[in-house]
């Protein structure tokens, strides 16, 4: 008897498997199909048209990897890419340094909602918005920060009108506009480390440094994985804030990776270089991408 009701109860724990699994594939439909239709496909569209010469006003004209050579040899992609890096220097390292500041002074001095609330309020502005509000901000002219600047005796600057500023001024408005955003996610990791740890520390003897060094560092890589992984991704893609403060200038300064594949596509109309531009920077993002992951060891947790 207890031999034939084993199968009919495999059979049914098969089944609730199975409703699960249906389930699971429910709630993640909507994901799937945004990434499948604003993603995937406009991807493998972008593979397509970097193997033809088109000018969005005749048909494509298939020319192979006429197109890639002709990336080999630009002198003005590989200088774009190399002001992409330079701002992403820029961008990164103090970004996330003074998100995990403001984190940890958070979560060890103000724990409010109005706290966090401030935190992420610039990153509730579009970066069109924020990029015209620091626009007039750095006005050489009429700026606020000139006035200011001018009053303590430092003087004008040239900020986004100035070849050796400019790039730094854009990485600056960057800064201001994702730091709360990026200080949220570190917050929230913060959260889930036990505060048993800190306790078991402080009994040892442990200063805040030590603490800070081999309790909040090692069991928030994960967070950090996350945080450096989509910030360097968004930093290789940086447009808008450009498009708004510089237009790529002044002197050709600013004219970053995704601006120069933007002119390609729309001022010259060569939608085929262009498309093989966006697919070079794709295979550098993922290249990039699994070398933080690798070097960063996201697949390991320090918790254990």
């Known amino acids: 008897m207890e031999r034939q009701n084993r199968p009919q109860a495999a059979a049914r724990r098969l089944t609730m498997r199975q409703r699960e699994a249906l389930m699971g594939y429910l709630f993640i439909a909507p994901a799937l199909v945004g990434l499948t239709l604003f993603f995937v496909l406009p991807t493998l569209r972008a593979a397509q048209i970097s193997l033809t010469d088109w000018n969005l006003m005749r048909a494509p004209r298939f020319v192979g990897l006429t197109n890639y050579e002709k990336i080999w040899s630009d002198g003005t992609f590989w200088e774009s ?18 998100a995990l500041f403001i984190a940890v002074l958070a979560d060890r001095l103000a724990r409010q909602v109005w706290v966090r609330a401030v935190m992420i309020a610039p990153y509730l502005l579009s970066n069109v918005v924020a990029g015209l509000i620091w626009l007039l901000m750095l006005d050489p002219l009429i700026g606020m920060t000139n006035v200011f600047l001018e009053l303590i005796g430092v003087g004008k600057q040239g900020f986004l009108s100035s070849p050796d500023q400019s790039l730094i001024s854009v990485a600056g408005i960057n800064i201001w506009r994702h ?70 200038g002044p002197a050709g300064t600013t004219k970053v990776v995704m601006f120069y594949i933007y002119e390609n596509a729309f001022k010259y109309s060569k939608m085929g270089l262009a ?30």
């Open 81 to 98: 890419l190399r002001l992409t890096l330079l701002y992403v220097i820029y961008n990164i390292p103090v970004q996330t340094a003074l």
């Open 275 to 304: 498309s093989a531009m966006s697919m070079v920077l794709f295979c550098i993002l993922i290249l990039v991408t699994l070398a933080q992951m690798r070097l960063m060891r996201a697949d390991q947790s320090d918790l254990g």
């Open 179 to 248: 730091v709360g955003f990026t200080a949220l996610l570190f917050y929230a990791g913060l959260q889930a480390i036990p505060r048993e740890f800190y306790e078991a520390a402080r009994l040892d003897g442990a200063k805040e440094w030590q603490m800070f060094r081999n309790i909040t560092l090692p069991l928030l890589r994960p967070v950090m994985v996350f945080v450096m992984v989509t910030s360097v991704i968004g930093s290789f893609q940086i447009f808008d804030t450009i498009a708004v403060t510089t237009a790529g």
